[in-house]
């Protein structure tokens, strides 16, 4: 240490003369690795040279672009020695020929419209293949009958007992029809001032129903035709929509014209009841369902006993109970709110009934 080297340069040199001393000499691992390097390049040269070189793209081999149809084959395309662009141009132009794919559109629930009988696939007027088909069908259950007419009658067709064109109707079910039907009345226009001067003299008893009729008759009784006809016009017609939607696709599933529409046409063809033309509603409103309820409990819709129940159960049960609770709670509108309370009140009485006869 000189004189003239102060502490800090003094530690700095050592520092660096101890690195330099403690560093292994790492030049032979560097060249073994070389070495290896090019061993593994020669490795995987050899091959390479060994193997057949891809033939070269010779574009006149392809056909036209604007040639490829949805039936061509595109197997040319494919190869590896065609450029990705291309390829991937012939797959497009093939699916943009394909009406299959091109005009695809996905299973969308509301999309198709429950009011044109050729909007969905399956349904619509018969081709004459359809029309083949079922005459096929009718023979091959010709030949069905005509076996069992050989055979005879069965044990179970002698003992089953005939199914009855009509059933006997009681008090009850005649109660039952009125009250389904003054409710599709009710919901399905406002009341002229003839029914409002008939329902305010409504009597009840002294039953939930029976105050819920007295309790219509005093709504009817103290407001004016003019104000219950605002009433009806706010909550299910207004100024583009009203305030709630009495169908049973929206309650269910948030829409109109849904699934639950569908299955209720499928469970109303079956006993004979199809929309006309000059019924705008949908089958699933309230009003129309309890329309078809009035009909078959009175027994002007002739239909197995059991159809009563499985409408009502299938198709009114899942939401008619959330809507009428929210007519019986609309805000100034007291005399549908005493409408909502009677169809709440109707329907618990209904549920139960069919609870107990299943």
């Not at 003054?182 to 003299?201: V, Y």
């Not at 129940?309 to 939401?319: G, N």
């Not at 709670?329 to 009140?345: C, N, Q, T």
Request: aromatic share 8%; net charge negative; glycine share 6%.
């Amino acid at each position: 240490m000189t004189r003239s080297e102060s502490i800090l340069s003094r530690w700095s040199r050592m520092k660096q003369e101890s690195v330099e001393v403690g560093a292994p000499d790492r030049s032979s691992e560097l060249k073994s690795i070389d070495a290896e390097r090019g061993d593994l390049n020669e490795a995987t040269a050899t091959p390479a040279a060994s193997s057949p070189t891809s033939p070269p793209f010779d574009p006149a081999s392809l056909p036209p672009l604007q040639s490829i149809a949805a039936d061509t084959d595109i197997r040319l395309f494919l190869g590896s020695n065609v450029p990705v662009e291309l390829t991937k141009a012939a797959l497009r132009r093939t699916w943009v020929t394909d009406p299959a794919i091109r005009d695809f559109v996905g299973i969308a629930e509301n999309q198709w419209d429950f009011n044109d009988p050729t909007a969905m696939p399956g349904f619509g007027p018969l081709t004459a293949n359809d029309v083949s088909a079922v005459s096929g069908a009718q023979q091959a259950l010709a030949g069905l009958r005509e076996a069992e007419q050989a055979r005879g009658p069965t044990k179970d067709a002698v003992d089953a007992e005939p199914i009855p064109d009509a059933r006997q109707i009681d008090e009850i079910d005649r109660a039952r029809a009125q009250e389904y039907a003054l409710l599709a009345a009710l919901l399905s226009h406002s009341p002229d001032t003839q029914m409002i001067e008939r329902l305010s003299r409504l009597t009840g008893e002294t039953t939930q129903l029976g105050a819920a009729h007295a309790g219509l008759s005093a709504a009817a009784a103290g407001a004016p035709p003019e104000q219950i006809e605002r009433e009806y016009f706010d909550l299910f017609v207004g100024l583009g929509r009203g305030q709630l939607f009495p169908y049973a696709s929206y309650y269910l599933t948030g829409y109109l014209h849904g699934r639950p529409l569908a299955r209720l046409r499928q469970a109303l063809k079956q006993i004979g009841i199809e929309r006309t033309e000059e019924n705008s509603e949908p089958e699933d409103h309230a009003a129309v369902l309890f329309e078809v309820m009035a009909g078959l409990a009175s027994g002007q819709i002739i239909a197995p006993h059991e159809t009563e129940r499985d409408i009502f159960e299938s198709h009114i049960k899942p939401w008619i109970g959330r809507f009428f609770s929210d007519l019986e709670h609309a805000e100034s509108r007291p005399f549908y709110a005493s409408v909502g309370k009677l169809g709440r009140i109707f329907m618990e009485i209904e549920a139960e009934a069919f609870s107990r006869s299943s």
